[in-house]
């Protein structure tokens, strides 16, 4: 079974910086996207990064353009989640999701426990 472990949460002040970590275990050679999504109180469940194993092709959300960067450490199965300038609306938990791809599509979608993310004066 596929394995996602979070770490590097914590509180923040604004403005502060934060390197969030997703360790990855248990899957095969296969086409596989990260996406690391986050959940705050009364709002629904945000996609904020994303990149791909194939090429390290990255995306991200208006939100967070420009102060978070995903990156990877293939040779760790590693993905990390750099959050710079954060604001108290980063506040969340985090999530590092693995979604696996077949030819014909998406096979499924693992997630971790989360680690909670709070920004705060």
């Known amino acids: 079974q596929v394995q996602l472990v979070e770490s590097g949460g914590g509180l923040v002040q604004p403005g502060g910086s934060l390197r969030l970590s997703c360790a990855a275990s248990?899957?095969?050679?296969?086409?596989?996207?990260i996406i690391w999504f986050r959940q705050a109180p009364g709002k629904e469940r945000e996609g904020v990064a994303c990149?791909?194993?194939?090429?390290?092709?990255?995306d991200y959300a208006d939100s967070v353009k420009g102060r978070f960067t995903i990156s990877r450490d293939n040779a760790k199965n590693t993905v990390y989640l750099q959050m710079n300038r954060l604001k108290p609306e980063d506040t969340a938990v985090y999530y590092c999701?693995?979604?696996?791809?077949?030819?014909?599509?998406?096979?499924?979608?693992?997630w971790g426990q989360g680690t909670q993310v709070t920004v705060s004066s």
């Open positions: 248990g899957f095969t050679l296969g086409y596989y996207t």
């Open positions: 990149i791909s194993n194939s090429r390290g092709s990255t």
């Open positions: 999701t693995m979604t696996l791809w077949s030819s014909s599509g998406a096979t499924g979608t693992h």
